[in-house]
């Protein structure tokens, strides 16, 4: 078993910065994978970024890439997302979510285990 609680969300204004934080415990191990999925209301949970945690290989979607940045810290076991320039378009509960087997990294169903989530909304 795996427990994920995300922290870190919050209501700031368009071009702001927030940093999200994803802290793992249990029975974690090697060679898995931990992403970040996000679901705005009335919308699909979609995928963010992932992020092979040995090595640190790292995935994003197009609406992020270039503004977003996940990254891990192995001896916290700890997942990060910093997220810069924020649109009004990211407002959504953020979740992070860990997988361990060898799917899609972009497919939500991949994934086990899953936190909270919370919230980011970004005001115009």
């Known amino acids: 078993q795996v427990q994920l609680v995300e922290s870190g969300g919050g209501l700031v204004q368009a071009g702001d910065s927030l940093r999200l934080s994803c802290a793992a415990s249990g029975r974690t191990f090697s060679r898995y994978v931990m992403g970040w999925f996000r679901q705005a209301p009335g919308k699909e949970r979609e995928f963010v970024a992932a992020i092979r945690w040995s090595g640190g290989n790292t995935y994003y979607a197009d609406s992020v890439k270039g503004r977003f940045t996940i990254s891990r810290d192995n001896a916290k076991n700890t997942m990060y997302l910093q997220m810069n320039s924020l649109k009004p378009e990211d407002t959504a509960v953020y979740y992070c979510?860990?997988?361990?087997?060898?799917?899609?990294?972009?497919?939500?169903?991949?994934?086990?285990?899953w936190g909270q989530g919370t919230q980011v909304t970004v005001s115009s």
């Open positions: 979510a860990a997988s361990y087997v060898s799917g899609s990294l972009y497919n939500k169903g991949e994934y086990a285990y």
